[in-house]
Each structure stands twice: as structure tokens, then as C-alpha cells.
């Protein structure tokens, strides 16, 4: 079995506690890696040495042209090396392989895209109410970012905060999900090819609530990224506040995706399929509410029905496979305590429902793709995040009730409306209280655009130019350009 050791200072090491646990493949149930479980010593080593390297030379003093070029380095090595850290992704969280292969490229895209944005932050020059000063912005780096990753991608979701943090002159520590740790391990290996000075790039693993907490409270630590569940979120962003340190938090979802009688069927009910089948529904921004206009509703459901039901269900090692298992133990039963309490709260279970084991399902770790019928915006099904591959059908009558629907909830993160109507898809765009509305599709992202929650699915944005502000704090300068004859008691 593999065993793997912590990154730190540019140095492989063991951990502090000279204790390792497993990781289990979801499919098989195997374990088949060991994981260092680093302690507080470990995080107060990689924190300290990702703050000496934030003031060292070699990185303090390193153009911004010569930051984009090691990020495009790093790019290059993740495309060079993406069909094995794809596998070892997808053995590790047991995601699709079909999915899992375009997110990594898609890490590469991240990698590129912050690179070049990293020579393009420009302050500006503030033109003063007064005659006497010169006065001008620039943007600086924060220090040491503390990154924190869930289970469900990894490598993406990582690459989320660190282009951007690096690309700003930040340096960083990343702390994996304890579930799935080894393709950042991986990972961290291409930083080390690619060149960063030693402490820029740290990966430090082990568990939330030990060595993350550690990382988050550590005086020197400046941000912290989070993407995660709320429990988690809020105890880092209290932590975080008692220290006024700056965090984004990356939150959960209950996005409702709205299907209106005048959409394309064949698209709208592709893209429900996609909103909640794909990736098992363990995506944070999964459609998970399905919103469908009265007079479409028994039609829709029909032809819903019949596709999900044709998903071949497996293996996710191969490229066929459509549907894979559920990555966690208590995920899988919480999914079905979750399904239980839908049933018990008056919910018409049309499709799923059950767990699925037996030949083809590995060591049985399935939730059969679920739909839920007559369910009521009130339940708790239609309001709690189930992260697992269950859909609530919630019916409406037009617009206004549609968009009441999806906006009652506590979460804000995204939205999908199918209409061919465009004065309809606009109507909705402006009132829905989310972070990313698709019109006519369903969880597209890109580096290229901002995505993050309104109201508690999260604080801040990763992706697009605004991302890099997350990372990056402005200094005011004002310079005299004629000498001060007043009286400097008075001064103001
Ligand atoms: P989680 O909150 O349990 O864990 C996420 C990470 O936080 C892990 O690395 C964990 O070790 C760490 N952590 C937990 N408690 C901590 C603490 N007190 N201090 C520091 N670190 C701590 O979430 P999860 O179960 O791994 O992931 C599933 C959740 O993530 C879902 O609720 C989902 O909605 C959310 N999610 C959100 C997004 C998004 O972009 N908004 C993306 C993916 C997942």
C-alpha cells in the first residue's frame, strides 16, 4: 500500500505524530493508501514556513510576470500528468472517470488563466480633492492562505484558491478532506517540478476539527479558502473572526432549477438529469429542487423518468458509467436517513429510493438515482441539502410563484431557468437570489467567471478577475508634491 508524507518547506516529511490512517476506495471499500495524520505541530510548521517564504526574496521580490510563469509551468505539468492524477482522483472519491478526466484539464485552464491575470493587477491613480498630493493605489498580497477542501473535487476545488492566491504574490497551505487527500499529495509533487521556493506551496492533511482548526487559528495565517459543509464553514469562520483574519467560504446549495411550459423538453429535461444525477449529486450546486410549471408537469416527469432510469450505474473506473457510488460511509447514510425522513413527511417516492448492492455495485455504496413527487417547498426534503442524487418536484403556476419558490430557501448559490421566452429567462435572472443563474443549461463553471453564494451558501467569489481580489489587499499612497506651510496642529 501507498503510504504518502506531508509537504512542507519544500520537504517531504513525516508527520509530527508518526501516524498514518487509510484511505478507502468508495467502489471496492479497499483501503489502498495511508495518509499522514498531521497534528497542530505539523500545521504550526507548514504555516511558519509558508509565512518565511512570503517574506523571503526569492518570493517577495519575484515579478508578477515571473509568478504567471511558474503558474504556467504548473499548468503544463498538470496537463502533462492529468490521466494519472484523473485516476487517483477518481479511486480516491470515486467520481466518474468520464468527469473527473475533463475536471483536471480543467485544473490546467485554472492554472493558465491566473497565470496570466497575475502582471495585470493595476492599482490606479486617485485623482485628490486638493491640489497638493499625489495620490495612488496598489494592490498587495495578503500573506499565508490556509486552503481547505472538501471531497468532492479536490484538485478543482483547490485550484479555485490557489491560482488566484498564488497569482497574487500570496503563499499557501493546503489542507485536504480527510476522505480524499492523495491527489493533492500528487499534486503537491508537480508544484515541487514546477519551481515555487520552498514554504510557497505546503499540503499538510489529517483531520478537520485537529490539524484544519490548527491551520485557521494560527496568528500567522491571513485567509482562509473553505469549501465545505456549514458546520465546518461556520467553525472557521468564527475562529477566523476572532482574529479578524479574512476567509471565503464555499458553501452548500439547494438550487432550484425552474422548467417553464415554453422550454426546449429535450434540453430541459437533459439538463435536470444533469443537475442532480451527475456527479451523484454530490456537487454543491446541484438542481436538487426541479420546479415545473403546472401544465407541463406529468409530461415532464414522464420523459424525466425514463431518462434517468436508463443510467448505467457502476463501476466509476469505466468511461460508460453514468451514475457511481455515494464517496463516504456517513454521506451514503445520511442520504438514506435523508430519503426516509421525504417518505415520512408525506413525499411520493416515483423512482429510487433504496440503496443498491449486489453484482456490478462494488462493495454496495449506492443510492439508486431518487425522485421525489409532490413535494411542498416547506418540507424539509425541499429545504435541507441531501448531497446525494435526490430530486424534489415542486409544481408552480407562473413567474412569480416560480420565482417565490426558488428564492425561499436559506441557501443562494445557483439557479437554472429553461425558457425560450427571453423577456421570461430575464424576469428571473434579476430576482433570483443567487450567485449563478444558467439559462438553458446546468452547471457549467469556467475560471473565466465568478461563482459563489448569496445568502448562507458562502461569502465571496472564486473565479473570473474578481477572484484575485479575494486574495489581495489595497494600500492608499499619498505623496506631497508641494511643502506644507499650515499650522500642524490643524493638519486634516
Ligand atoms: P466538511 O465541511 O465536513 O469538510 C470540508 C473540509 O473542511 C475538510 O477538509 C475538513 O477536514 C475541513 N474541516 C471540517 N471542520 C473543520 C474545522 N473545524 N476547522 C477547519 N477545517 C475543518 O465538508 P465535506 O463533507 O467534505 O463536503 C461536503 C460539503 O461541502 C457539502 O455540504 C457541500 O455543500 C459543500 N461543498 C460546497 C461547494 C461549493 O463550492 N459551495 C463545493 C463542494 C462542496
Avoid at 490512517?21 to 495518509?35: D, H, K, L, N, V
Avoid at 523571503?56 to 504556467?72: H, I, K, Q, T, V
Wanted: glycine content about 10%; hydrophobic content about 45%; some cysteine.
Amino acid at each position: 500500500m501507498k503510504r504518502y508524507e506531508l509537504f512542507i518547506d519544500g520537504k517531504w516529511c513525516a508527520p509530527s505524530s508518526n501516524e498514518w490512517f487509510e484511505t478507502i476506495e468508495p467502489y471496492s471499500g479497499q483501503a489502498w493508501a495511508e495518509i499522514p495524520r498531521a497534528t497542530k505541530a505539523d500545521a504550526d510548521h507548514a504555516v511558519e514556513a509558508a509565512h518565511r517564504a512570503f517574506l523571503s526574496p526569492e518570493w517577495a521580490d519575484m515579478s508578477a510576470a515571473r509568478r504567471g510563469a511558474l503558474l504556467r509551468k504548473l499548468a503544463d505539468l498538470v496537463e502533462a500528468n492529468a490521466d494519472h492524477l484523473g485516476r487517483i482522483e477518481q479511486r480516491d472519491n470515486g467520481k466518474l472517470i468520464a468527469e473527473v478526466s475533463g475536471q483536471v484539464r480543467n485544473v490546467a485552464g485554472w492554472f493558465h488563466y491566473y497565470a496570466g491575470l497575475a502582471d495585470k493587477v493595476a492599482g490606479s491613480v486617485v485623482p485628490m480633492p486638493r491640489p497638493d498630493v499625489f495620490n495612488y493605489t496598489k494592490y498587495e498580497p495578503l500573506g499565508v492562505v490556509v486552503a481547505i477542501t472538501p471531497w468532492n473535487s479536490p484538485l478543482a476545488l483547490n485550484s479555485w484558491k490557489m491560482a488566484p492566491a498564488l497569482a497574487a504574490g500570496n503563499t499557501i497551505v493546503i489542507k485536504p478532506s480527510e476522505f480524499t487527500s492523495a491527489s493533492l499529495l500528487e499534486f503537491a509533487m508537480l508544484a515541487e517540478e514546477a519551481g515555487f521556493p520552498k514554504g510557497v506551496v505546503n499540503v499538510v492533511t489529517g483531520f478537520g476539527a485537529d490539524v484544519g482548526d490548527a491551520l485557521v487559528r494560527h496568528p500567522k495565517t491571513a485567509k482562509i479558502a473553505f469549501t465545505g459543509g456549514e458546520i465546518g464553514g461556520r467553525a472557521v469562520n468564527e475562529a477566523a473572526a476572532s482574529d479578524f483574519k479574512k476567509v471565503t467560504l464555499e458553501l452548500g446549495g439547494k438550487s432550484p432549477n425552474i422548467v417553464f411550459d415554453d422550454a426546449d423538453m429535450d434540453q430541459a429535461v437533459r439538463g435536470a438529469v444533469a443537475g442532480i444525477f451527475a456527479a451523484t449529486g454530490q456537487t454543491c450546486m446541484a438542481g436538487s429542487r426541479l420546479l415545473l410549471q403546472d401544465s407541463i408537469h406529468d409530461k415532464f416527469i414522464e420523459r424525466l423518468v425514463l431518462l434517468a432510469k436508463s443510467a448505467r450505474i457502476g463501476d466509476p473506473s469505466k468511461m460508460e458509467t453514468e451514475v457511481g457510488p455515494v464517496a463516504t460511509r456517513p454521506q451514503f447514510e445520511k442520504i438514506l436517513r435523508m430519503i426516509e425522513m421525504a417518505k415520512a413527511e408525506g413525499a411520493r417516492c416515483i423512482l429510487g429510493g433504496h440503496a443498491l448492492s449486489g453484482e456490478g455495485y462494488g462493495q454496495g455504496q449506492f443510492v439508486a438515482p431518487t425522485i421525489f413527487v409532490d413535494v411542498t417547498n416547506e418540507m424539509k426534503i425541499a429545504q435541507q441539502e441531501v448531497f446525494g442524487p435526490v430530486l424534489s418536484i415542486i409544481r408552480f403556476k407562473d413567474e412569480d410563484d416560480a420565482i417565490r419558490i426558488a428564492n425561499d430557501v436559506v441557501f443562494g448559490l445557483a439557479a437554472g431557468v429553461w425558457t425560450q421566452n427571453l423577456h421570461r429567462a430575464l424576469y428571473c435572472v434579476d430576482r433570483i437570489r443567487a450567485g449563478t443563474v444558467w439559462v438553458n443549461n446546468y452547471r457549467s463553471t469556467s475560471f473565466a467567471t465568478p461563482f459563489g453564494g448569496y445568502k448562507r451558501s458562502g461569502l465571496g467569489r472564486e473565479g473570473g478577475v474578481e477572484a484575485i481580489k479575494e486574495y489581495l489587499q489595497v494600500k492608499s499612497v499619498w505623496i506631497t508634491t508641494k511643502p506644507d506651510r499650515k499650522n500642524p496642529f490643524a493638519l486634516g
